[in-house]
């Protein structure tokens, strides 16, 4: 963070410098700001904040399933009942090939990676928007908030998970090595929820529409991801477009390690290096729209 003190003619100290001057009876005034660039994202910042990152996860946790019947059942049901619907529309009726496995694993198993994605996208997208009275009242690094709302979904995640292993147990595949690669997985996975989400929620500080285009986005988005369909199946020349979107590769990588098929690490590699850029530019234009956001929110 940068200090700046407008102290006129006053003598006040500030850590180990002092301001020298003629004694005057105005108050010193005593400004703090997020540093300019990428020198305002502070890792030690983050880490002095640890808790506070734990408070709001474990708050956004209870809030989600706070007065429901069903309460955290709620994290199965969605993904559980797209693929119902996506096993009987594609699986059964338009006889979808699904690289001959399973339907409902098939689909399931890309349903699992996106529903966290796109429900840790949403939330965090309206996150700040969310938080305004903490915004405006203390002083904390606000991509904290954001990511609590990431953090938030990987409760669901690991939840919605023991279907797919009730699943995979019914049609008799067994889990093989390749799914110690799936904390991995996991962890990119989050990445990229992070970066989007974080600059979803810039941008719907300043502009209000993000919140209104943003459940069209994602819906769009699904489609463009190989989720009720192989990625095999688009023709060669336009696959390069598919794996634009990073959630191609990693949902192929999430198949591979759960059904222990073959990983194609060029798609992996993609999907990794599209997520560190995203993550990176995320950060950088947070940083430099943070300063606004108690005066806009």
Not at 69 to 92: C, D, E, S, Y
Not at 262 to 271: D, H, M, R, S, T
Request: net charge positive; glycine share 6%; with cysteine.
């Amino acid at each position: 963070m940068d200090f700046e003190s407008t102290v006129p003619e006053s003598s006040v100290p500030l850590g180990d410098e002092r301001i020298e001057g003629e004694i005057s009876n105005e108050i010193p005034l005593i400004r703090i700001r997020p540093a300019k660039g990428w020198g305002g994202f502070n890792l030690r910042d983050l880490w002095a904040y640890r808790e506070l990152l734990y408070f709001l996860t474990w708050r956004d946790i209870k809030i989600r399933y706070k007065q429901t019947i069903l309460g955290v059942a709620w994290a199965i049901i969605q993904p559980l009942f797209a693929m119902l619907m996506f096993t009987l529309f594609f699986g059964k009726l338009a006889k979808m090939p699904s690289d001959g496995i399973p339907y409902p694993v098939f689909a399931y198993a890309g349903l699992l990676p996106w529903t966290f994605f796109s429900n840790a996208v949403t939330n965090s997208g309206n996150s700040l928007v969310g938080n305004s009275n903490l915004i405006t009242k203390v002083y904390f690094p606000r991509v904290i908030i954001p990511g609590a709302a990431v953090c938030a979904g990987i409760v669901d995640f690991l939840i919605a998970s023991t279907i797919l292993l009730g699943l995979m147990f019914y049609y008799g595949i067994a889990l093989t090595w390749s799914f110690l690669i799936f904390p991995l997985l996991m962890v990119i996975t989050t990445l990229l929820a992070l970066g989007v989400g974080m600059w979803v929620s810039a941008l719907n500080v300043k502009y209000r529409d993000i919140r209104y285009a943003l459940p069209f986005l994602i819906q769009l988005w699904m489609f463009a991801t190989p989720i009720i369909y192989p990625l095999n199946i688009v023709p060669e020349r336009f696959r390069w477009v598919m794996l634009i979107n990073p959630l191609s590769g990693l949902v192929e990588a999430f198949r591979a390690t759960l059904l222990g098929r073959p990983f194609n690490w060029v798609e992996i590699g993609l999907a990794c290096l599209i997520t560190f850029a995203l993550l990176a530019y995320s950060f950088y234009v947070f940083r430099r729209m943070e300063k606004s956001f108690a005066d806009v929110v």
